[in-house]
């Protein structure tokens, strides 16, 4: 039910152990040389252009082959070779895993097909953002949509998204869960719902048809927990897309009634959520 | 009946997995902590079999606390229960550091005792 990466999914179906897995990762690390390992066993640089390259990374944010490039070191010609063949001898897990005699070509099929399926609910779909939001727009793409696909999935709840608007300020609302996302991107992902909302998400968290009798502070449990849910997940999705990212555990803020002031430094993007008239459930970024 | 000890800041997930560990019929929940030290001190007072831990708490994280389960009492089996499960690096750390398996988050039941069963 959650985003996985295909050796987590085979420990999972118990097809191979833990240890056999990491028989299989190192022998991955062995076999996939990184970018510079690969230029040298190519004889396109030496070693030591490698190390004065990863001086000047301190104080360039560039990834290694282009300032490689930039650096005369690589041709931009020699750069896409090294990718290519970086590519095309790329050892993967599955292959892996097969080379160290944990499962047989024959139950790789089965199981990458079954892998296929059991991940298809989170291929991503296409999400419209401001024109600024130009970097990594992948990612925030995923986030957003990833969003939706877990408000069906692990809330059942019908909606309809809106379009995204930006705000100074985040209306107020009977309840916000927030999360600091970090790394490659750097963002506050918030939840922004009505009480009845509330209600639907600890229903769904739960497991209960009925959460009357339930105190504030697990009702809002709940929805920080899916807030948690959602940035897991979205930090999993992102390391497959080479997107690094971390999250801290989430937060609850309770907005004054002139809503919730965006800080210095960031912009925020609401995404509106239509679950109903009488109800308001928003998701927003705060984006340094 | 084998013992658990769930450890999770968040009150609802430790509901949910108390409710599936006593209902099993296999297993009795002992108690839960808030994050790795108190389950630290748990594990030492409960004596569980069988440890579920979150990896992203406040104070001692999962990880954190894992590697100092494993180094204290070579018998207690630890499984992640977590919703960075899908991080190819999160999932190969803990089970680097000892952990059995790891349970991403949202989970289902069967998944959940179908892993626990299988210790």
Same mark, same amino acid.
């Given at each position: 039910?959650?985003?996985?990466?295909?050796?987590?999914?085979?420990?999972?179906?118990?097809?191979?152990?833990?240890?056999? @897995?990491?028989?299989? *990762?190192?022998? &991955?690390?062995? !076999?996939? #040389?990184?970018? %510079? $390992?690969?230029? +040298?066993?190519? =004889?396109?640089?030496?070693?030591?252009?490698?190390?004065?390259?990863?001086?000047?990374?301190?104080?360039?944010?560039?990834?290694?082959?282009?300032?490689?490039?930039?650096?005369?070191?690589?041709?931009?010609?020699? @750069?896409?070779?090294? *990718?290519?063949? &970086?590519?095309? !001898?790329? #050892?993967?897990? %599955? $292959?892996?895993? +097969?080379?160290? =005699?944990?499962?047989?070509?024959?139950?790789?099929?089965?199981?990458?097909?079954?892998?296929?399926?059991?991940?298809?609910?989170?291929?991503?779909?296409?999400?419209?953002?401001?024109?600024?939001?130009?970097?990594?727009?992948?990612?925030?793409?995923?986030?957003?949509?990833? !969003?939706?696909?877990?408000?069906?999935?692990?809330?059942?709840?019908?909606?309809?998204?809106?379009?995204?608007?930006?705000?100074?300020?985040?209306?107020?609302?009977?309840?916000?869960?927030?999360?600091?996302?970090?790394?490659?991107?750097?963002?506050?992902?918030?939840?922004?719902?009505?009480?009845?909302?509330?209600?639907?998400?600890?229903?769904?968290?739960?497991?209960?048809?009925?959460?009357?009798?339930?105190?504030?502070?697990?009702?809002?449990?709940?929805?920080?927990?899916?807030?948690?849910?959602?940035?897991?997940?979205?930090?999993?999705?992102?390391?497959?897309?080479?997107?690094?990212?971390?999250?801290?555990?989430?937060?609850?803020?309770?907005?004054?009634?002139?809503?919730?002031?965006?800080?210095?430094?960031?912009?925020?993007?609401?995404?509106?959520?239509?679950?109903?008239?009488?109800?308001?459930?928003?998701?927003?970024?705060?984006?340094? | 009946?084998?013992?658990?000890?769930?450890?999770?800041?968040?009150?609802?997930?430790?509901?949910?997995?108390?409710?599936?560990?006593?209902?099993?019929?296999?297993?009795?929940?002992?108690?839960?902590?808030?994050?790795?030290?108190?389950?630290?001190?748990?594990?030492?007072?409960?004596?569980?079999?069988?440890?579920?831990?979150?990896?992203?708490?406040?104070?001692?994280?999962?990880?954190?606390?894992?590697?100092?389960?494993?180094?204290?009492?070579?018998?207690?089996?630890?499984?992640?229960?977590?919703?960075?499960?899908?991080?190819?690096?999160?999932?190969?750390?803990?089970?680097?550091?000892?952990?059995?398996?790891?349970?991403?988050?949202?989970?289902?039941?069967?998944?959940?005792?179908?892993?626990?069963?299988?210790?």
């Amino acid at each position: 039910m959650a985003v996985k990466f295909f050796g987590q999914f085979l420990v999972e179906q118990d097809a191979v152990t833990g240890e056999s @897995l990491l028989h299989a *990762i190192e022998l &991955q690390e062995r !076999t996939n #040389l990184k970018l %510079g $390992e690969m230029a +040298v066993a190519m =004889g396109f640089i030496t070693q030591q252009d490698i190390e004065t390259a990863h001086s000047a990374q301190l104080s360039k944010d560039m990834k290694l082959g282009d300032l490689l490039v930039e650096l005369g070191f690589l041709s931009p010609k020699q @750069l896409e070779e090294v *990718i290519a063949h &970086q590519k095309a !001898t790329h #050892l993967y897990i %599955g $292959e892996a895993l +097969v080379k160290v =005699g944990a499962l047989t070509p024959e139950k790789l099929e089965q199981y990458l097909e079954a892998f296929k399926a059991d991940q298809a609910p989170y291929v991503a779909n296409r999400v419209e953002l401001p024109a600024w939001l130009n970097e990594n727009t992948a990612a925030w793409e995923m986030t957003v949509d990833l !969003t939706y696909k877990m408000i069906t999935r692990v809330l059942g709840i019908q909606f309809r998204p809106g379009k995204f608007v930006e705000a100074s300020v985040l209306s107020s609302n009977h309840m916000i869960a927030a999360m600091d996302l970090s790394g490659d991107l750097s963002a506050r992902y918030l939840l922004s719902v009505s009480a009845g909302v509330q209600k639907t998400i600890a229903k769904a968290i739960l497991k209960e048809d009925n959460v009357d009798h339930e105190d504030d502070e697990i009702l809002e449990d709940t929805v920080m927990e899916f807030v948690n849910i959602v940035c897991g997940n979205v930090v999993a999705k992102a390391s497959q897309m080479g997107v690094t990212l971390d999250i801290n555990p989430p937060i609850t803020l309770h907005p004054p009634s002139d809503g919730l002031a965006v800080p210095d430094n960031y912009r925020c993007v609401v995404f509106p959520i239509h679950v109903g008239d009488d109800e308001v459930m928003e998701m927003a970024l705060f984006i340094k | 009946m084998k013992k658990v000890l769930v450890v999770d800041d968040s009150l609802s997930v430790t509901r949910q997995l108390e409710k599936i560990i006593n209902d099993s019929g296999d297993f009795v929940c002992v108690g839960h902590a808030k994050n790795g030290a108190e389950a630290i001190k748990m594990n030492h007072t409960e004596d569980p079999d069988i440890i579920c831990m979150d990896m992203n708490m406040p104070g001692m994280d999962g990880l954190t606390a894992l590697r100092s389960l494993v180094m204290l009492d070579k018998a207690v089996q630890v499984v992640m229960v977590t919703s960075l499960g899908g991080v190819g690096d999160k999932f190969t750390e803990a089970i680097k550091l000892g952990a059995k398996n790891v349970i991403s988050k949202p989970f289902e039941t069967e998944n959940v005792l179908r892993i626990l069963r299988a210790l």
